[in-house]
């Protein structure tokens, strides 16, 4: 047995633990950048608590999924700004860019040099700025990654800035900041997180660290999504789905994903279709489709068994096989509402190239069998 574990230097969850953000930000610096989703208005209670602990700020919006050329820009306000620290404070989208910003901020050269699939995947050659990843949602898990997923328009695909340096120097949790969420939104990152346990959970680089981190968060998923759907402000439901997220971030980066996440990453380059969504209408065909290729290639693959479990997991029936996890997980899809690919402007003229780049995404490489182009084809076809 041989695997490595990284993550964060500092995890601190709780509900309230935003309140004591003063006292950890003064240990990197006095100035900040903070990097926001859409809106800052939900960042101002970070703000007052900054200042009261005499840290000044400046902050830079995240419109959607971050670009390329948005993080260059980041990083280009940021060093104007004269700011030693960063901040990324909303979901996954503004946690990743605020660790690409922070990154770029203290390593020069063309942002291609580092890149992965499209560019030339080099390793950092400097510690990124200090960064403090703070979520406002459950799902990404974004806090304990080592990897920012930024957007190509380009090339129309999602790739990612990948260093063991991108770890948060602090991951701060606090389940209270995502209790107005509302509930659409609750449910696609929820399922989003859901996804996150069960990929490293049959993932072929899954460990037995990760493992007990997956069983836990599917438990606390099962639990709790719908109770957080329904009533966004149940403190418990709340405290489930943090971790269910946290714990899922903690997976992927150590065990790897699949080809759910194969699939969503040129999805979100070629189409505007957020991201969870677009990982729930996907995930019980890959489930589905990963089986019936191991029970005809691989009988004997571990991952088989791994499914049957997830299923017990979820269903809380001890006796059931993995095609009860599946009609859970389509369960799951249709009460939440889930839209199919089709909804995002995906057709079937669309699947061969879909097919074609998922082939080459970094999380296909981590799914429990390789699949055929066949195979990834029918998955996209029954998900439209």
């Given at each position: ?23 950890v ?8 950048l ?31 999924e ?156 099962a ?7 329904e ?21 992927l ?96 003229e ?6 074609e ?28």
């Amino acid at each position: 047995m041989r695997f490595e574990f990284a993550t964060a230097t500092r995890i601190i969850f709780g509900a309230g633990a935003l309140r004591g953000v003063g006292l950890v930000a003064k240990e990197f610096g006095d100035r900040a950048l903070v990097a926001t989703g859409k809106g800052v208005d939900r960042a101002r209670p970070l703000l007052a608590l900054l200042e009261a602990s005499g840290i000044s700020s400046a902050s830079f919006s995240i419109s959607g999924e971050p670009s390329i050329d948005l993080v260059v820009r980041g990083a280009r306000f940021a060093r104007a700004e004269k700011c030693g620290l960063v901040i990324g404070f909303g979901g996954g989208s503004a946690i990743d860019a605020g660790k690409a910003i922070a990154a770029l901020m203290t390593n020069e050269g063309d942002v291609f040099d580092y890149l992965e699939v499209i560019g030339r995947a080099k390793p950092l050659t400097n510690p990124p700025a200090p960064f403090i990843a703070i979520p406002t949602t459950a799902g990404a898990g974004a806090e304990v990654t080592r990897n920012a997923v930024l957007v190509s328009p380009e090339h129309r695909v999602k790739v990612s800035l990948r260093s063991l340096l991108l770890l948060p120097r602090v991951a701060l949790v606090d389940p209270e900041l995502s209790y107005d969420l509302p509930p659409g939104l609750t449910a696609s990152t929820g399922l989003d997180a859901l996804t996150q346990l069960i990929e490293p959970f049959v993932s072929s680089r899954a460990n037995p660290m990760t493992d007990v981190l997956c069983r836990e968060g599917m438990w606390r998923v099962a639990r709790s999504l719908r109770l957080a759907v329904e009533s966004g402000r149940n403190a418990v439901a709340r405290e489930d789905m943090a971790l269910a997220s946290l714990y899922g971030g903690l997976a992927l980066t150590n065990a790897g994903l699949g080809a759910v996440h194969g699939f969503a990453a040129p999805i979100g380059g070629m189409f505007s279709a957020p991201h969870g969504a677009v990982c729930a209408a996907l995930l019980p065909h890959v489930i589905e489709a990963n089986l019936r290729a191991l029970r005809q290639r691989q009988p004997r693959n571990n991952a088989i068994r791994r499914y049957h479990e997830v299923a017990r997991l979820l269903s809380g029936n001890r006796y059931a096989t993995a095609n009860v996890g599946i009609e859970w997980v389509r369960k799951l899809i249709a009460d939440f509402q889930i839209p199919r690919l089709r909804n995002y402007g995906i057709g079937g003229e669309h699947t061969v190239e879909l097919a074609e780049k998922s082939a080459r995404a970094s999380s296909m490489k981590a799914n429990p069998i390789a699949l055929t182009a066949e195979e990834m084809r029918e998955i996209l076809e029954r998900a439209l």
